[in-house]
């Protein structure tokens, strides 16, 4: 008789044990969360609006640099000889054969056509669109530069060809391609 | 705590106070009578000149925020405003900046007195391990006070600095996100490195105290690497060591001194004078001399994720220490081999500083691939084999003897 109450007395407690360091537990989690949460980026941050630009006025062989989301965007008007070098470039040579263009499926190949395609899969071969930020540390590539006449980071040593592909250096990925739409033959809207 | 002091207040409203909080007999016991080898040399005087430059670091730093403001738009600008208006502000700025460099001359010249006398063996396993864990807490401090200038340096170094994280497969973008605060560095990373650049140093003191905790129970190694025996061996630290650590930290700060008056900016880069600019990175970024082993053996390695990995191992591994060396003796004196291991380690990490400055091509990357690779040779290969290998010359019998010569012990 006194096993039968003791075991129930035991499994009861064992049971309050374990319901209270549970909510505990998931209690101390929810309280800390805020605290970790603040630090993502915030409303203001978040509502930045998409930036449109122009083309027309960029002529060939031209570069400009504008500011979306705070990151700098590459926009090139390529020469005919970039784009033919870019296409000649078989698929094998290439570090990262993944187009990284966020208007595409995540497993699109890196042909120079799949880094020249918006969101609505229109392309036009002549404007490349890019996030200037080096995929290895975040620097800003410098424009026809480095052994490819592509981009070409300063800070360690990371070559793009003309297409803003990596051949050489430690960054791991093509630069990537931001959102974009052309709305008219020689506007587009990013982001 | 070895050698507790027994010392009873004559005064008695002293020992009325003492009698509740036993204040007084912990300094007395600890700071005044504590029993400290006697043969302590000039390289033991470090932990002393660190405690004082963290002390000025503190002090400067304070004032400093009453004149600083943590904006994009008025960072540079408030401190271009402490250098010009601020009453002595540009004697408290350069002091605090000459201070953060000579904080690491020191740190550095203290953790090589420890590998060259194995002052990481047993028992002070637990002392040296905080010691790592308050060498990168003060790397972290470092790193986030260079970015509130808000200058170009300042900018870049926080970019490539936050980016290493994005190196980690699947959670690296999103740690990166959450430590930027945006897409990119901006006015929330200043803010959070501002906070957390206050936070840090208060952190630090509350290591630095356990740090002397730990050496409070075990007690110094000293330059023989045996342990004390008897009272013979020992010096209470006041006076002894009081005069020898305050001569120590006045000419140390002689130096800081020469440098905070005549050559504040020498060690700085003029690109910092420029304003932070998120669309250009200047030619060439490199990190404050401090952080230039460790950029290089990151720039050695061709593939990112393993070169952020290498560099954080080579700290990481410091903490297996105590386990890798089973040497018979702890000092160098008594190793002949390893004193030479000892040497080529110091040339092997001020070549990888050199080459951590140097644009990474050419015979300067293969330079600091080597250099990279004997770091991490010394620590997990050369160490454990000398352990096995090397014929350790006789240890005296005790700390007396070596000083006194066998015939007085």
Same mark, same amino acid.
């Given at each position: 008789?006194?096993?039968?109450?003791?075991?129930?007395? !035991?499994?009861?407690?064992?049971?309050?044990?374990?319901?209270?360091?549970?909510?505990?537990?998931?209690?101390?989690?929810?309280?800390?969360?805020?605290?970790?949460?603040? %630090?993502?980026?915030?409303?203001?941050?978040?509502?930045?609006?998409?930036?449109?630009?122009?083309?027309?006025?960029?002529?060939?062989?031209?570069?400009?640099?504008?500011?979306?989301?705070?990151?700098?965007?590459?926009?090139?008007?390529?020469?005919?000889?970039?784009?033919?070098?870019?296409?000649?470039?078989?698929?094998?040579?290439?570090?990262?054969?993944?187009?990284?263009?966020?208007?595409?499926?995540?497993?699109?190949?890196?042909?120079?056509?799949?880094?020249?395609?918006?969101?609505?899969?229109?392309?036009?071969?002549?404007?490349?669109?890019?996030?200037?930020?080096?995929?290895?540390?975040?620097?800003?590539?410098?424009?026809?530069?480095?052994?490819?006449?592509?981009?070409?980071? /300063?800070?360690?040593?990371?070559?793009?060809?003309?297409?803003?592909?990596?051949?050489?250096?430690?960054?791991?990925?093509?630069?990537?391609?931001?959102?974009?739409?052309?709305?008219?033959?020689?506007?587009?809207?990013?982001? | 705590?070895?050698?507790?002091?027994?010392?009873?207040?004559?005064?008695?409203?002293?020992?009325?106070?003492?009698?509740?909080?036993?204040?007084?007999?912990?300094?007395?016991?600890?700071?005044?009578?504590?029993?400290?080898?006697?043969?302590?040399?000039?390289?033991?005087?470090?932990?002393?000149?660190?405690?004082?430059?963290?002390?000025?670091?503190?002090?400067?730093?304070?004032?400093?925020?009453?004149?600083?403001?943590?904006?994009?738009?008025?960072?540079?600008?408030?401190?271009?405003?402490? %250098?010009?208006?601020?009453?002595?502000?540009?004697?408290?700025?350069?002091?605090?900046?000459?201070?953060?460099?000579?904080?690491?001359?020191?740190?550095?010249?203290?953790?090589?007195?420890?590998?060259?006398?194995?002052?990481?063996?047993?028992?002070?396993?637990?002392?040296?391990?905080?010691?790592?864990?308050?060498?990168?807490?003060?790397?972290?401090?470092?790193? %986030?006070?260079?970015?509130?200038?808000?200058?170009?340096?300042?900018?870049?170094?926080?970019?490539?600095?936050?980016?290493?994280?994005?190196?980690?497969?699947? !959670?690296?973008?999103?740690?990166?996100?959450?430590?930027?605060?945006?897409?990119?560095?901006?006015?929330?990373?200043?803010?959070?490195?501002?906070?957390?650049?206050?936070?840090?140093?208060?952190?630090?003191?509350?290591?630095?105290?356990?740090?002397?905790?730990?050496?409070?129970?075990?007690?110094?190694?000293?330059?023989?690497?045996?342990?004390?025996?008897?009272?013979?061996?020992?010096? /209470?630290?006041?006076?002894?060591?009081?005069?020898?650590?305050?001569?120590?930290?006045?000419?140390?700060?002689?130096?800081?001194?020469?440098?905070?008056?005549?050559?504040?900016?020498?060690?700085?880069?003029?690109?910092?004078?420029?304003?932070?600019?998120?669309?250009?990175?200047?030619?060439?970024?490199?990190?404050?001399?401090?952080?230039?082993?460790?950029?290089?053996?990151?720039?050695?390695?061709?593939?990112?994720?393993?070169?952020?990995?290498?560099?954080?191992?080579?700290?990481?591994?410091?903490?297996?220490?105590?386990?890798?060396?089973?040497?018979?003796?702890?000092?160098?004196?008594?190793? /002949?081999?390893?004193?030479?291991?000892?040497?080529?380690?110091?040339?092997?990490?001020?070549?990888?500083?050199? &080459?951590?400055?140097?644009?990474?091509?050419?015979?300067?990357?293969?330079?600091?691939?080597?250099?990279?690779?004997?770091?991490?040779?010394?620590?997990?290969?050369?160490?454990? !084999?000398?352990?096995?290998?090397?014929?350790?010359?006789?240890?005296?019998?005790?700390?007396?003897? &070596?000083?006194?010569?066998?015939?007085?012990?």
């Amino acid at each position: 008789m006194t096993t039968t109450v003791d075991n129930a007395d !035991v499994s009861r407690r064992d049971f309050l044990y374990i319901a209270t360091g549970a909510v505990g537990t998931v209690g101390t989690a929810l309280a800390i969360w805020p605290f970790v949460d603040q %630090m993502n980026p915030d409303a203001s941050v978040l509502a930045l609006a998409s930036t449109e630009f122009d083309l027309a006025p960029l002529e060939e062989g031209q570069s400009v640099t504008i500011k979306w989301r705070g990151k700098p965007v590459f926009i090139r008007h390529r020469t005919k000889k970039e784009i033919e070098k870019a296409k000649k470039t078989p698929l094998s040579d290439l570090k990262d054969p993944i187009a990284r263009n966020l208007n595409l499926p995540a497993d699109a190949k890196a042909t120079d056509e799949n880094r020249v395609k918006d969101g609505a899969g229109k392309v036009n071969e002549k404007y490349l669109v890019q996030i200037g930020i080096c995929t290895h540390l975040g620097c800003v590539p410098l424009g026809e530069a480095g052994e490819y006449k592509g981009w070409f980071c /300063p800070c360690h040593g990371s070559v793009y060809d003309t297409a803003g592909r990596i051949r050489k250096g430690p960054a791991p990925r093509n630069l990537d391609i931001p959102p974009y739409k052309y709305t008219t033959d020689t506007q587009i809207v990013i982001g | 705590m070895s050698g507790h002091s027994a010392y009873e207040f004559k005064n008695p409203v002293v020992r009325w106070l003492d009698e509740r909080l036993p204040i007084l007999s912990l300094v007395r016991g600890q700071l005044v009578d504590f029993p400290t080898p006697r043969n302590l040399n000039y390289w033991w005087t470090f932990g002393g000149i660190l405690a004082t430059m963290l002390v000025i670091q503190l002090l400067t730093g304070i004032v400093l925020v009453m004149h600083y403001t943590p904006h994009t738009s008025m960072a540079f600008d408030s401190v271009e405003h402490i %250098m010009r208006d601020v009453n002595w502000g540009w004697l408290l700025r350069w002091m605090h900046a000459n201070g953060a460099a000579f904080f690491f001359v020191a740190v550095y010249i203290h953790i090589f007195r420890g590998l060259y006398y194995g002052s990481y063996r047993s028992p002070r396993e637990i002392l040296w391990m905080i010691g790592v864990i308050i060498f990168i807490a003060m790397m972290a401090t470092a790193f %986030m006070g260079y970015v509130l200038p808000w200058g170009q340096m300042s900018y870049w170094g926080a970019v490539v600095i936050t980016n290493l994280f994005s190196a980690f497969p699947i !959670v690296g973008k999103y740690i990166v996100t959450w430590l930027w605060g945006g897409f990119t560095v901006g006015n929330p990373t200043l803010q959070r490195f501002f906070s957390l650049h206050y936070l840090l140093p208060f952190v630090l003191a509350a290591l630095v105290f356990l740090h002397v905790w730990a050496l409070h129970i075990t007690g110094n190694n000293n330059p023989e690497g045996i342990e004390v025996k008897s009272k013979e061996d020992t010096l /209470p630290f006041h006076p002894y060591y009081t005069m020898k650590d305050l001569f120590a930290i006045v000419v140390f700060l002689l130096v800081y001194a020469g440098f905070v008056f005549y050559s504040p900016w020498y060690l700085g880069h003029h690109i910092n004078f420029e304003h932070a600019n998120p669309l250009s990175t200047p030619a060439h970024i490199v990190p404050e001399w401090y952080f230039l082993p460790f950029y290089a053996m990151l720039r050695a390695i061709p593939n990112k994720l393993a070169g952020v990995l290498v560099m954080f191992s080579s700290l990481i591994i410091l903490f297996f220490l105590p386990w890798l060396d089973r040497a018979r003796a702890k000092s160098a004196r008594y190793r /002949p081999l390893y004193r030479q291991f000892f040497w080529l380690l110091v040339i092997v990490c001020l070549t990888l500083g050199i &080459a951590g400055a140097q644009p990474a091509e050419g015979s300067w990357l293969l330079v600091a691939r080597l250099a990279t690779a004997w770091y991490f040779i010394h620590f997990l290969v050369i160490l454990p !084999v000398l352990s096995f290998i090397e014929k350790p010359r006789d240890l005296p019998a005790s700390i007396s003897e &070596a000083v006194l010569g066998k015939d007085k012990a």
